[in-house]
């Protein structure tokens, strides 16, 4: 038996020379390790995908494509620019969502909840558009959102600060000032004076910018305090003796034309003046 196997040429004797150096580097040694090698090439083979050629129709990429789905699920093919339902599924397979109202976004603390869900609605809409995943909206998301909210915070703390030093400007006659500058509004406004004051400069936090009130406080001083009537050109005032006399007595008799810490003392003052001149010229006149 042993003679038998000696006298047997070897896999390399029955080869040409040509094939040693492959065989030896892929371990083959005799002629079992080569059918099991080519077995289990057979093997791979027969389970291969065939990649469709250039001139391929749609039918065999959709095959080609189900296929691959089917032994790689998480391996997508790149679509092309017109393939609209390859584009959903790439991005699908990203972690696109469905729908707009499918992103997950989070509660950003210190945010005012109106103000968060306009940013969530607004960011939902616009990142489906645009082909965004998930992860990447709620990035976006909570850039966005945490900006707006230190704005806004930071907005608030300045307008406090300037309202506080307003406050020590007036002194005493703060609050008096700010009700005539609300009151200024509400004059020139009409019907809908007090709606507008309450929410379009309540609501955009206006009616507590130092500026703005110190800027209607100011109109408000040129106007009589108890109505909040502009005063009249000096072409409409009354040219009797008695009604100037009546003005300048109603005038006087406002406390405010005494009281030097009122907000209303000096137009009133000047108002009389205006008014003292007036009649000089009436009577002279007359």
Known sequence: MSDDNENTPSLYELLPEQYHKPLQDAGIKDAESLAKNWADAQS??????????????????????AKLQERVPNLVRMPGEDDAEGRARLYAALGKPEAPDKYQFSVVEGLDEGTGKQITDWLAKVSHEAD????????????????????????????????????????????????????????FAGEEGAAFVADELGQSGLMKNPTLLKTLAKIAEG????????????????SSVADLEMQIAEARANPAYTDTNSPMHKALVEKVERLYTELAASRAAA
């Open 44 to 65: 791979a083979l027969g389970g291969s995908l065939r990649i469709p050629g250039a001139d391929a129709g749609d039918e065999a990429w959709q095959a080609f494509d």
């Open 223 to 238: 106007m009589d305090e108890d109505s909040l009537v502009v005063n009249p050109d000096r072409s409409r005032l009354p």
């Open 132 to 187: 965004l995943t998930n992860e990447q909206a709620r990035r976006v998301h909570l850039a966005i959102a945490e900006s707006t909210r230190d704005n806004t915070q930071a907005y608030q703390t300045a307008i406090e600060e300037r309202n506080e030093a307003l406050r020590k400007e007036w002194g005493q006659s703060y609050d008096q000032r700010i009700a005539m500058a609300e009151n200024v509004l509400k004059r």
